[in-house]
């Protein structure tokens, strides 16, 4: 009998596979995982404590800066929030540009994953298809608020800015432009021996441990179970438009790949539709107060981000500032499944689990 | 605010000409006795009389307006009054709130259940207040009961009413699409509320989260300890009666 010995190790929190400031306490026996402890907040901001002094257009850069990857999905969950509890009804221009910012920033964050994901795995070149890719979408957004990451595009009541003459035309081009390249993505790794080994049957769990740990977006849907808050409980102009929405069914590492993978070619069908139903005519910006004032009461505003359910929830006095502001980040709640799903996997595992996960660190920590 | 005060200074302005066509008024009657004395001057006069006329008819216009605007007002004061005596129709989810009421009141306790409405600003969120000590089988049933399924815990947050502390649990179905907002109240002192992590898995680090930020401690919770602040941070930032390390200059 050979013995061995308990080794404790860090990982992190500056480490390049922890996509950001994340410590990873890790319990080895040999290389096998025997317990993992996630110790978080190093990036914690006291955004909600912030929020309870500031005006609600001073809180929407601060929702740039939790998840920024996705700014324009974090951008609507707070306006949409305060929105719902004055009542407010935005002009659908308005609408059709959020929807198409929205889905763009899908893409643009499902690049990310993609290509950082395989970096993780030890595939260098898949990231620089993805980062490239990326880049057409951020200076799409560039023309639309002169920012590449933290936009501070969306009002209450409306966004800030129209489309530039042409921009919806490059939207328009882009779409066949990055289905063509998904073609390209699949040949690269879709079909690679060695990448499925690292990936199939990796990190599995069913639906009803998804569930129970609150698990949303493809962490969710990978288990099988199909909930998309798009189509669910729809929220701006999603009920206009066809898509699908991609499940997986062992609940592992593959099924997250090939679900986020499909939810791109979804992205791209609804940008399709909307692109061709956009009214260039009409305001960008509804009937709102110079001083947004919202009436006292509360409101638990959710919607899909690329990581999974967002959600801001609004305690108001009746001030022009917040009471409590609290927000629900998709990466904080699937994160906490991750300590389960390490214990029997080896060190090359836990890096192929946390990267499925698709977490950002800024919006763990808020 | 600002359109009252319009409104205000419209008011004054319009009647201080009204003043003014007084004044000059009484002038020309003054003046009257003079000019009916010498006959000569024919011309003066009669431009002295069409000024009075219009004048005064500018006046009878602004006080017609004036009367306008005041039946306007109160036609409108008189139209918001029936609007507000009409009953508000039962929200549609009323229904589902009482049985879930009912089903509480059944299963546990007839005093579980605090006070039960529906949030409309909210899309008519159903909300139930549940007494802390009945929380854990409330949770049980919510989650297990085959006409709830509340399988999916969206959202858990801790709030300062500075009166009391609140947790609220957003709940959801993911089978019957029901949804339910669940507040468990606590006082400020010794904050404690029971866990839901036998419940629902996911409460575990929301609820640390609340422990750190809020003080509230959850009786039963696996491994309740600080999450977001450091081991040895004094205080919890969210309450309302926190004192900042570093308070602004």
Known sequence: MVRTEELLLNVGPQHP?????????????????????PVIGYLHRGTE??????????????????????????????????????????????????????????????????????????????????????????????????????????????????????????????IPYMRGRLGEYEDLVGGN??????????????????IDYGLSGANLRSAGVKWDLRKDQPYSLYDRFEFDVPVGRNGDCY???????????????????????????????????????????????????????????????????????????????????????????????????????????????? | MSDENKKIDNIDGKSTPSEETVERIEQIQAADPKVQTTSEPSDPPAAELQEQQEKEEKAKAAAKAREERAKARAAKQEAAEPSEEKPKEPSRNQPRLDRAVQL????????????????????????????PQFWTECAALLKDHEELQLNYLRNVSGTDQESHLEVAYHLVSLST????????????????????????????????????????????????????MPDDWVGHPLRKDYIPIDPEV
């Open chain 1, 17 to 37: 596979s922890t996509h950001g400031v994340l410590r990873i306490v890790v319990k080895l026996d040999g290389e096998v995982i025997t317990e993992a402890d």
């Open chain 1, 49 to 174: 404590k912030l929020a309870e002094g500031l005006n609600y257009t001073q809180i929407i850069p601060y929702t740039d800066r939790m998840d920024y990857v996705s700014a324009m999905t974090n951008n609507y969950v707070l306006v949409n929030a305060v929105e719902t509890l004055m009542g407010l009804e935005i002009p659908e221009k308005a609408e059709f540009l959020r929807l198409i910012v929205m889905e763009l920033q899908r893409i643009a964050s499902h690049l990310v994953w993609w290509g950082t994901y395989l970096l993780d795995i030890g595939a260098m070149t898949p990231f620089l298809f993805a980062f490239k890719d990326r880049e057409i979408i951020i200076n799409l957004f560039n023309e639309l608020s002169g920012a590449r990451l933290t936009y501070f595009y969306m009002r209450v009541g409306g966004v800030k800015w129209d489309a530039p003459d042409g921009w919806i035309e490059k939207v328009r081009d882009f």
């Open chain 1, 193 to 210: 021996e060695i990448f499925l080994a690292r990936i199939k049957g990796v990190g599995a769990y069913d639906a009803q441990t998804a």
């Open chain 1, 255 to 366: 099924d997250r790949y090939t679900v986020r993978m499909e939810e791109i070619r979804q992205s791209l069908r609804i940008l399709e539709q909307a692109v061709e139903q956009f009214p260039h005519e009409g305001e960008i910006m509804g009937k709102v107060p110079r001083v947004i004032r919202p009436p006292e009461g509360e409101v638990y505003s959710r919607i899909e981000s690329p990581r999974g359910e967002i959600g801001c929830y609004i305690v108001s006095k009746g001030k022009a500032e917040p009471y409590r502001l609290k927000f629900r980040r998709p990466s904080f709640v699937n994160l906490q499944i991750l300590p389960k799903l390490l214990i029997g996997e080896s060190m090359t595992n836990l890096v192929t689990i946390l990267g499925s996960i698709d977490i950002v660190l800024g919006e763990v920590d808020c």
């Open chain 2, 104 to 131: 509480i009141k059944e299963n546990i306790s007839e005093a579980a259940v605090e006070e039960a409405f529906i949030n409309e600003r909210d899309r008519d969120l159903p909300y139930l207040i549940i007494k």
């Open chain 2, 177 to 228: 699409k029901q949804e339910f907002c669940v507040k468990i109240k606590t006082d400020r002192d010794q904050p404690s509320i029971p866990s839901a992590v036998d419940a629902w898995s996911t409460a575990n680090w929301n609820e640390r989260e609340i422990y750190d930020l809020l003080g509230i401690v959850f009786t039963g919770h696996p491994d309740l300890r600080r999450i977001m």
